[in-house]
């Protein structure tokens, strides 16, 4: 089973930056397709991209533009690049399989405010 530990996060003023990553133990990593979903409270988490073994991408229509996925499956890591955010991107972030299964990680915790 993959387990995650996403870091990253932090307070950022609107049209700031932040790049997340996730790194993930496991021999499957590279095999399987991996997404960023974010949660806020009272909200069902959502997917926000993702990336298949072999590179392709998806973005929700909310951060298309803004947010870059990307993954380097030698050392089992992916990464999102968020940039122009906006304070409804506030959020926690978590990376996990697509489609999920198994345990969620901790989770960093992204805050756009001025």
């Known amino acids: 089973q993959v387990q995650f530990v996403e870091s990253g996060g932090g307070l950022v003023q609107p049209g700031g930056s932040l790049r997340l990553s996730c790194a993930a133990s496991?021999?499957?990593?590279?095999?399987?397709?991996m997404g960023w979903y974010r949660q806020t409270p009272g909200k069902q988490r959502e997917l926000v991209a993702d990336?298949?073994?072999?590179?392709?991408?998806y973005y929700a229509n909310s951060v298309k533009g803004r947010f870059t996925i990307s993954r380097d499956n030698a050392k089992n890591t992916m990464y999102l690049q968020m940039n122009s955010l906006k304070p409804e991107d506030t959020a926690v972030y978590y990376c996990?399989?697509?489609?999920?299964?198994?345990?969620w990680g901790q989770g960093t915790q992204v805050t756009v405010s001025s």
């Open positions: 990336i298949t073994s072999g590179g392709s991408t």
């Open positions: 996990q399989v697509v489609p999920p299964n198994g345990s």
């Open positions: 496991g021999r499957r990593f590279s095999s399987n397709a």
